[in-house]
């Protein structure tokens, strides 16, 4: 029966270190997923704080849009306004002029939209 026994102890002994060795590479597999789980919260992370650090440029870029078409509009504002006065003031200075120039125009528009009105039929 000690052939039996040295048998039977040798079998434990082979289990035993198996069971030590797969504990091993289960410890190791575990180790690789939680490291792709790190890695993949990591990239996460770091795209939101990318998209997080482009809205805060973004509305940056909106306020100095806002600010320029604020200045622009003030700049041409200013020129508009003095051609308009000086329009208003040849008009109101020699009006027989431009209300003849005023009814060749619309009598031109009147023909042209006239002879195109036939065309189409």
């Known amino acids: 029966m000690t052939s039996n026994t040295k048998v039977t102890d040798e079998l434990r002994a082979q289990v035993d270190g198996t069971r030590e060795q797969l504990g091993r590479t289960v410890a190791a597999l575990a180790s690789k997923a939680n490291m792709k789980a790190n890695v993949a919260s990591g ?21 100095q849009a806002t600010a320029l078409t604020g200045q622009v509009r003030g700049k041409a504002a200013a020129p508009a306004r003095h051609q308009a006065g000086r329009a208003t003031h040849v008009v109101r200075s020699s009006p027989v002029p431009v209300a003849a120039v005023s009814v060749l125009v619309a ?12 065309k189409e039929r």
Do not use: E, S, Y
């Open 43 to 63: 990239v996460k992370d770091r795209v939101a704080g990318g998209a997080t650090a482009l809205k805060g440029q973004a509305t940056a870029l909106k306020g």
């Open 107 to 118: 009598t031109a528009a009147f023909i042209l939209l006239r002879r195109r009105n036939r």
